[in-house]
């Protein structure tokens, strides 16, 4: 048999153009430059939901698959045989890529359930942790693997341009001087195709049937590929049994991969996860704890992996987030809602006896989960969520929005729209297509909205945890142009947490707030002499934060002093000394 080496050069000395073999392999080149840019999307995506940082999450898996796919072109020149290590090529990418998610899962599972293996074997007191020495490596070791995931993918998707380029020579049997150009331009039209495929269908689907639907057309150009160059691929045999073997794995992961996906993610949380769902925006999960006999069960919402509410404490945040603005609001007939697609906002300000309540939701997940429209929610725990919202969500003076806020708030300002208060209840500023919502162009967008005697609050994240975020978020409403305040209250879930409330002319909230004398609408577990206590902070709370500076559009102060605190200062306050 010749040696690959000379089996080349044979057929470089012997033309034989053959337009079929153009199409065959310029076309695989646009398909695998789709799989491509999904594999990177889709594990920069992971990397972002199990780390948290997505926006460094996103760039630095771009960063390292870009360098990757460099290193894989240099190391294509070790192939020998370019239609053999093709063939073998596709089947490994559709493995590492089909495979990566399922893998990344079971890490992070694992990891996090070793601590509680260990206390079980060792019969520690749930007091002491292991989750130090060895476990924090593991742990930090699975936050780093969808970066190696990427690594591994963008080094093998790198081999795939250079060696196409040279089957089309040894097809032609030639030099073809714009050869490069055309490979490289079908690669780019085909990546600009994955982008589409990524945002109009993977975003909507698990993550893991994105990955093994990505990793099924691979096959499929790995096995179209066996079929027509069965005459050039030494020993196909192997390579069969491989996309075999593969198929069946892809098939397993396709039937089960999901359930497995959820139950080893339902291992992170501490309680019973009993809703899970992943949508285009976000992965929303409902668990449930049983406290003892007789006590009610606790119901937590975690919007990726983050929560948002726990069912035994939420009319404490609540109630600090809608009362002081519905208290020093002149009237309250037309209420604005932003976020808060739980109802529990809308629940509290339902009590105001409002003539209409305009929510704006981003997720439509959402409104359907604590509406009790989506079918998939077991029947109690349905039963519980509209006994927690009251049904707030139904009330017919509720007028839903699905959309964003951002551009929502625009068709209200050229409607005209004008409104008496303003709650703004987002989740923290930890992406950065929240930080817009935080931006001091927002907040002046809103001003357009409100009555000049009306007010706004904003749930503005822990004061002492994230204590640069929370002041920036004080001072962005003030630039745009608002008598700020703000106030904490401890949240026993949260710990100290905190709000901003702004008025638009006249006194300042507190000035309002000190106004009354009594509180007009009663709240279980607000009074206002709470509220008026609220405003008072640790003398060296505002002490040198003069270099805190406000978020506008585009900056990203607010989501980086957020992401420092948690990432950085692992939510540790320090006390000025």
Request: hydrophobic share 45%; charged share 15%; glycine share 8%.
């Amino acid at each position: 048999m010749r040696h690959p080496v000379q089996q080349e050069a044979d057929l470089l000395a012997t033309p034989r153009p053959v337009l079929s073999d153009d199409v065959a392999l310029i076309g695989s080149m646009m398909v695998l430059a789709a799989c491509g840019l999904i594999y990177e999307y889709l594990l920069a995506h992971y990397a972002g939901r199990i780390i948290g940082a997505v926006e460094t999450s996103i760039y630095g898996m771009i960063g390292i698959m870009i360098v990757a796919m460099g290193i894989g072109a240099f190391l294509a020149k070790w192939v020998k045989d370019p239609f053999r290590g093709f063939a073998w090529l596709e089947v490994s990418i559709a493995f590492v890529g089909g495979c990566s998610v399922l893998i990344m899962a079971t890490m992070v599972a694992l990891t996090y359930t070793l601590p509680i293996w260990l206390q079980d074997i060792y019969g520690l007191h749930p007091s002491m942790t292991m989750d130090g020495g060895i476990v924090d490596i593991l742990q930090r070791a699975s936050f780093m693997l969808p970066f190696l995931f990427g690594f591994i993918l963008g080094a093998m998707i790198g081999m795939e341009f250079p060696l196409i380029v040279r089957m089309r020579e040894m097809i032609h049997g030639k030099h073809l001087l714009h050869n490069s150009g055309t490979i490289y331009g079908a690669d780019s039209i085909g990546a600009g195709v994955g982008a589409a495929i990524w945002i109009y269908v993977c975003l909507k689907i698990p993550i893991l049937l994105a990955a093994i639907g990505t990793a099924s057309i691979n096959v499929l150009v790995g096995i179209f590929f066996l079929i027509r160059y069965r005459s050039r691929i030494r020993a196909p045999t192997s390579l069969w049994i491989a996309h075999g073997l593969l198929i069946a794995t892809l098939v397993l992961m396709a039937i089960g991969g999901t359930h497995w996906i959820n139950s080893m993610n339902s291992t992170l949380f501490k309680d019973q996860v009993v809703y899970t769902k992943v949508t285009p925006y976000q992965h929303i999960a409902l668990t449930k704890r049983i406290k003892g006999k007789g006590l009610p069960e606790v119901i937590s919402l975690y919007l990726n992996g983050r929560l948002q509410f726990s069912s035994n404490d939420e009319v404490i945040y609540h109630s600090f987030l809608t009362y002081p603005a519905m208290l020093i609001s002149a009237r309250h007939e037309k209420i604005l809602v932003i976020g808060g697609g739980d109802g529990l906002a809308v629940r509290d300000i339902l009590r105001w006896k409002p003539d209409t309540v305009t929510l704006i939701e981003l997720d439509k997940a959402m409104i359907d989960l604590f509406s009790g429209k989506d079918e998939a929610v077991p029947e109690e725990i349905n039963r519980k969520i509209l006994a927690l919202n009251e049904k707030a969500l139904l009330d017919k003076r509720v007028q839903i929005i699905i959309g964003d806020a951002f551009l929502e708030i625009e068709k209200l300002i050229s409607d005209e729209q004008y409104y008496d208060t303003i709650i703004i209840d987002l989740p923290d500023p930890n992406h950065p297509d929240l930080n817009k919502l935080y931006s001091s162009y927002f907040y002046k967008r809103l001003k357009e909205l409100l009555y000049g005697d009306g007010a706004i609050a904003i749930q503005s994240t822990s004061p002492y945890h994230a204590k640069k975020a929370f002041i920036s978020i004080g001072k962005t409403l003030q630039s745009a142009g608002f008598f700020v305040d703000q106030y904490h209250a401890n949240v026993p879930t949260f710990g100290e947490w905190g709000w901003s409330i702004g008025s638009k002319y006249g006194e300042s909230p507190l000035q309002r707030i000190n106004d009354f004398s009594t509180l007009p609408v009663a709240a279980q577990w607000l009074s206002l002499a709470q509220i008026r206590a609220a405003f008072v902070f640790a003398p060296d709370l505002y002490q040198n934060t003069d270099s805190i500076e406000i978020n506008t559009l585009g900056s990203h102060m607010v989501y980086q002093y957020h992401h420092d605190a948690w990432s950085k200062e692992d939510g540790i306050f320090f006390i000025n000394r």
